[in-house]
């Protein structure tokens, strides 16, 4: 009941709307649904169950940006990210997403962009994954190409994934190094240039967009 409510204000607040004739928005509780644009979904780091999450705290480091971390617990409104196409694209909202496809990842709460860039992660010292920007503000700095392990063709709720940074190269990364001050006990994200096992992740928990069929 309380991830119904939860569906209503998401789309309320954003202003969703939901092409007529199509079905109602999907949840993660079916498994295998169409990840479409629009989607609203939290990422899940397939080796450490963590998610994708961010917060109005900047790094103490680095760019000094809005960082970006893995967070340990299900419920949790930070971990919220909309599905969105690069501005100059012809995507649609409801839009299905073929493998190779370059996305953003909008912050749900903070209207910040998933972002990278070559600063020094705060931990490893890897790319650093911020958040930046704004509704009105994104560069090709928020640019990640989708890659989908396996067969898939298209983005499954289902799918192991890999996101890779456009411009630097780096793939959406964490692991079991964790912060121990302000975000204590939250893993760090970070990008790395090689495809590793830890840089796996599956679009989790979210609303997801009917698939937009035009008359």
């Known amino acids: 009941m309380a991830f119904s409510f939860f569906a209503v204000a998401v ?11 199509s079905p109602g928005p999907a949840t993660a ?6 990840i479409t644009y629009g989607s609203v979904i939290k990422l899940m780091h397939e080796r450490t169950k ?24 299900v419920d949790d409104s930070n971990s919220y990210w909309i599905v969105k196409p690069p ?13 190779g496809t370059i996305i953003r990842l909008q912050h749900m709460r903070t209207r910040k962009w998933l972002h990278s860039h070559l600063h020094a992660s705060p931990i490893t010292g890897n790319l650093e994954v911020s958040c930046f920007g704004g509704d009105m ?10 890659e989908i392990e396996g067969s898939g ?6 799918q192991r994934v890999r996101l890779r940074h456009v ?5 959406l990364h964490s692991h079991d190094k964790k912060y121990s001050r302000i ?14 096992p830890d840089n796996v992740w599956l679009a989790a928990e979210g609303v997801y967009l009917p698939i937009y069929t035009s008359k």
């Open 50 to 73: 963590f998610r994708l999450h961010s917060h109005d705290v900047p790094y103490g480091s680095g760019s000094g940006q809005q960082s970006v971390t893995g967070f340990p617990n």
């Open 137 to 146: 503000n994104s560069d090709t700095g928020d640019f990640w190409r989708l």
């Open 183 to 196: 975000a204590g006990g939250q893993q760090e994200v970070c990008g790395v240039r090689e495809k590793r």
């Open 153 to 158: 063709k298209t983005w499954k709720q289902d």
């Open 167 to 171: 411009d630097t190269g780096g793939y």
């Open 87 to 99: 501005p100059d694209s012809s995507a649609k909202q409801g839009d299905v997403i073929p493998n």
């Open 11 to 21: 789309f309320l607040y954003l202003g969703l709307e939901v092409p007529e004739g």
């Open 29 to 34: 509780a079916q498994e295998g649904v169409q």
